[in-house]
C-alpha cells in the first residue's frame, strides 16, 4: 500500500483530536464564564443596599436608583449588617482635595527649580531688575515733564503778572504736561506694584522652601 495511503488517515485523526480539543476548551471556559456570572449574579442578590430620598425617607433594594447616586448610601448583607458604606464627596471636599493636588503639584516644582534658599532671592532679583530700569527711566522722564511744565508755568505766571494774555498755544502746552507728569505717575506706580508683587511672591516661594526642606529634614531618619 502507497506510504501516501497510511498517512492520510493519521492527518484526518489529528485534525479530529485537535478540533476536539478546541471545542473542549471553548466549552470549558463557557462553563468558567458563566459560573463567574452566575456568582456575581448570587453576590448582588445577597445584598441590601440602604438610602434616603430627598424628603429623608429610608429605602431598601438591590441598588440605589440613579436619581439619589449622589446621597449617601450603605449596603447590607441579609443580616442587616453593613458591611459598606458610600460617602459621596460635595463641592467643598472636592474643592479641598484639587487645592491639596495643585498645592503638592507647585511644591514639587518649587523643590525641583531651586537647590537652596539663597537661589530663589537671587531669582528674585533677577525678575525685578527689568522693572527697576523702567521705573528708572519713567522717573528721567517725569523730570524731563516737570521741568517744562515748570518752564510753562513761569512764562503763564509772567504774563498773567504783566496782565497779558496767554496765548493758546501755551495753555495747551501747560496742560499737555500736566497730563503727561499723571500718566507717568500712574505708570511708575504699576511699576512699583509689579516689583511689590514679585517680592512677595518670592518671599512665599521662600518661606515655603524652607518649610518644606524642615519637613523633609525631620521626616528624614
Known sequence: MPKTMIELPRCIAY??????AVQVWACF?????LSFIQSAHAEDKSRIVKWKDEKGATHYGDRVPPQYSDRESSIMNRQGITVKRNKPINDQEQALDLAKLEQDKKDKALLGAFTNADEIDLARDRNIQLDLIAL????????????QLAENQRLADSLTKRKKPISDDLSADIAKNQAEVGKINQRMSDRKQAIENTRNRFDADKARYLSLKHQREVVAP
Open 15 to 20: 485534525y479530529k483530536l485537535s478540533n476536539l
Open 29 to 33: 471556559t463557557l462553563c468558567l464564564w
Open 136 to 147: 528708572e527711566n519713567l522717573n528721567q522722564e517725569k523730570i524731563s515733564n516737570q521741568k
